[in-house]
């Protein structure tokens, strides 16, 4: 977990389910950001396939939604649709529902610029793939590529393809591919030091090696969602002038433990930026299995947030309706106070730090507190409800001995009581 989300960032995760009827074999868009296609062996010929595919719900096309289905072409090492399997060489994939990352509705001013926003689905099949001395390559495909990335070319001309081999060798020993553990976080910040744990596990317990690798090229504009994938090898994204593998965000600023996936750096340049990480698998010395991945990092500028806080001072059920209330925010230049009563009605409103108010009756009210800072429009707020009690509340308790074996149990009572109710 990077730095910045352990300081700053709120992350909203909410799982909803998208009910959606539409055509979408002549939908033009840009909204991947990215995704990976992956197997599990579960024995007598039976593997579990994981498709995971993001997109941008902020900047993408509102009528380039999730696939439904997604269609996983099938070939053999050849390159050849194997049309005898399944549906033409075809596994359809049901759309169930989309996982929704991001800080649009929960954003505590920690970054500057408007909210990047990524949703997420996962597709899963369980298919039969029986032994084939030329193996299989399964592929996934869509465009286009996010258009607001600065490090490879033609992102809205460029499509994604997410695949995977198996080998024979790898059909025989029933190989289950390594599974990473998290996905990276949706902002990072420029100009602090950047570390993030992505690394994968192996049921298998072989061995894992981790690599900056060029994302492959899927689908055309003018074919976004093609009936089958087109057949391998596929070619690779172009990477924009002074950008590559060894230059991904700008300045030589990113590094990936081969032996852990650790990624580290040093973002210095503000941006989105395209990134693939892939994970290879040895066993006894020998490649087997390889999980390629992508996704963008966001790089943007990260500052204080304002941290609102205030303390409620005079409320001692005394019968003194004047109350106190002491400021203890950080990093804000201005204030709001609001005060309702239980009805909703405002009976109170300032601009002051602090404040102090008589409250014109005994009962229940909501406090709010909104904090601004002027250099970059920053607004946050703090909500307390606060109960103005009656000064004839006569607290009393009294405690039992339930049991004494296995040790004592003491149940207390409260008795208190409020005579003008």
């Known amino acids: 977990m990077s730095k910045y989300i352990k300081r700053n960032i709120l992350k909203l995760m909410t799982i909803s389910i998208l009910l959606i009827v539409t055509n979408t074999t002549s939908v033009l868009g840009t909204h991947i950001v990215g995704g990976q296609l992956s197997y599990k062996c579960l024995g007598n010929d039976q593997y579990e396939i994981t498709l995971t595919v993001q997109r941008d719900c902020e900047n993408g096309a509102e009528d380039a939604p999730f696939d439904d289905p997604a269609v996983v072409g099938v070939f053999n090492f050849s390159g050849s649709l194997l049309t005898a399997l399944f549906d033409n060489g075809r596994i359809e994939m049901p759309f169930i529902g989309e996982d929704t990352i991001t800080n649009s509705e929960v954003f505590d001013c920690s970054v500057l610029g408007s909210a990047i926003c990524v949703h997420q689905s996962t597709y899963k099949a369980i298919v039969s793939l029986p032994y084939n001395k030329k193996g299989y390559i399964l592929a996934y495909q869509r465009c286009c590529r996010n258009s607001i990335l600065e490090n490879i070319s033609n992102p809205l001309e460029t499509g ?144 204080d947030p304002i941290l609102v806080d205030f303390d409620v001072i005079g409320n001692d059920c005394d019968g003194d309706t004047q109350v106190s209330f002491q400021n203890n925010t ?92």
């Open 160 to 303: 994604a393809t997410y695949w995977v081999s198996i080998t024979p060798e790898v059909l025989n020993m029933c190989n289950s591919q390594p599974v990473f553990n998290q996905w990276p976080d949706v902002y990072i910040c420029a100009n602090e030091d950047l570390e993030i744990d992505h690394s994968a596990f192996d049921a298998d317990g072989d061995e894992l090696v981790y690599r900056f690798c060029t994302p492959s090229q899927g689908a055309s504009e003018s074919d976004p969602q093609p009936i089958s994938p087109s057949n391998p090898p596929y070619d690779e994204v172009v990477w924009a002038p002074t950008y590559g593998l060894n230059n991904l965000l700008g300045s030589n600023s990113l590094r990936i433990n081969p032996s852990t996936g650790e990624i580290t750096g040093r973002p210095t340049q503000i941006g989105t930026y395209l990134v693939g990480v892939c994970v290879e698998e040895y066993r006894n010395g020998e490649l087997i299995s390889t999980v390629r991945r992508d996704f963008e990092f966001n790089v943007r500028q990260c500052t």
């Open 330 to 421: 950080v990093g804000a230049d201005g204030y709001q106070w609001t005060i309702t009563d239980e009805a909703g009605m405002i009976i109170f409103t300032s601009t002051d730090e602090d404040v102090e108010f008589d409250f014109p009756a005994l009962g229940t009210y909501t406090i709010l507190l909104e904090a601004s800072r002027v250099s970059d429009g920053c607004v946050a707020r703090e909500r307390m409800t606060l109960t103005i009690g009656s000064p004839d509340v006569i607290p009393d308790f009294d405690a039992l001995f339930n049991s004494c074996s296995g040790g004592n149990i003491i149940q207390l009572n409260d008795l208190s009581s409020d005579p003008s109710g």
